[in-house]
């Protein structure tokens, strides 16, 4: 299997090309200031909250969910918080950091393939980080058109049924992402071949995503999408 075996590469957003880890920190730092919680300890939290308030609203909209995950994370630490901070939060989403890498990497890999965001996230919130990302992609999946969050399989069959009407076999695609529990985990039991970007390779732990249930196998394994890009090219010289 090689990287030039696919025409389609579907990507997870926060935590592959947007640095949604440190967009939560700068966003959270009205709680964090007035806290003692470490910093990877908050991310965990976090993960947990923003995992089962998905599971309970599926159909709530990306912004409006971290608003109550905001809520619940001040009652948590025992921190009074307004609901217009809260609100701040939910709407900072267009705000994060893309990952320094990712709009070069993007706007090689548009050249060889068909570029897919299925992604955790509201249509409005994706605007703004589709901005910092700077490429075009061919079409965009949002945890808002289809009524769930990953890793629901809904998504997963959401998507394959949108690009197999395209013409788009799942042996055509590559999902690459950063998250085992949101993305890995249910890629491969649609038959998905899969791409790691293990963005958190030099930290312990899962940061803001919950560790996957099970074990699970990738066919690439790269430390950024910077790196994918690279090998890619490579593997097309030789």
């Given at each position: 299997?090689?990287?030039?075996?696919?025409?389609v590469?579907?990507?997870?957003?926060?935590?592959?090309?947007?640095?949604?880890?440190?967009?939560?920190?700068?966003?959270?730092?009205?709680?964090?200031?007035?806290?003692?919680?470490?910093?990877?300890?908050?991310?965990?939290?976090?993960?947990?909250?923003?995992?089962?308030?998905?599971?309970?609203?599926?159909?709530?909209?990306?912004?409006?969910?971290?608003?109550?995950v905001?809520?619940?994370?001040?009652?948590?630490?025992?921190?009074?918080?307004?609901?217009?901070q809260?609100?701040?939060?939910?709407?900072?989403?267009?705000?994060?950091p893309?990952?320094?890498?990712?709009?070069?990497?993007?706007?090689?890999?548009?050249?060889?393939?068909?570029?897919?965001?299925?992604?955790?996230?509201?249509?409005?919130?994706?605007?703004?980080?589709?901005?910092?990302?700077?490429?075009?992609f061919?079409?965009?999946?949002?945890?808002?058109d289809?009524?769930?969050?990953?890793?629901?399989?809904?998504?997963?069959?959401?998507?394959?049924?949108?690009?197999?009407?395209?013409?788009?076999?799942?042996?055509?695609?590559?999902h690459?992402?950063?998250?085992?529990?949101?993305?890995?985990?249910?890629?491969s039991?649609?038959g998905?071949?899969t791409?790691?970007?293990?963005?958190?390779?030099?930290?312990?732990?899962?940061g803001a995503?919950?560790p996957?249930?099970?074990?699970?196998?990738?066919?690439?394994?790269?430390?950024?999408?910077?790196?994918?890009a690279?090998?890619?090219?490579?593997?097309?010289?030789?």
């Amino acid at each position: 299997m090689n990287l030039t075996d696919f025409k389609v590469l579907t990507f997870d957003c926060y935590g592959t090309l947007i640095d949604w880890e440190t967009g939560i920190r700068d966003s959270l730092a009205s709680l964090l200031d007035r806290s003692s919680v470490d910093w990877e300890q908050a991310l965990q939290t976090f993960a947990e909250f923003e995992s089962r308030q998905q599971a309970q609203a599926p159909d709530m909209r990306y912004s409006d969910l971290l608003a109550h995950v905001f809520m619940q994370l001040a009652e948590h630490w025992g921190i009074d918080a307004t609901h217009e901070q809260a609100t701040q939060f939910g709407r900072s989403i267009g705000d994060w950091p893309a990952f320094p890498d990712a709009p070069d990497a993007l706007t090689y890999l548009k050249r060889y393939y068909k570029l897919v965001i299925l992604s955790n996230v509201d249509r409005e919130s994706f605007a703004g980080s589709n901005r910092r990302l700077k490429v075009e992609f061919d079409h965009i999946y949002t945890a808002e058109d289809i009524g769930s969050y990953k890793p629901d399989p809904r998504n997963f069959k959401y998507m394959l049924d949108k690009l197999g009407k395209m013409g788009y076999a799942p042996s055509a695609i590559l999902h690459t992402a950063q998250s085992l529990f949101h993305d890995h985990v249910p890629a491969s039991r649609f038959g998905l071949a899969t791409a790691w970007i293990d963005r958190r390779h030099d930290k312990e732990g899962f940061g803001a995503t919950k560790p996957p249930p099970t074990e699970v196998q990738v066919d690439f394994h790269f430390h950024s999408l910077g790196e994918m890009a690279a090998a890619h090219e490579t593997l097309r010289k030789t």
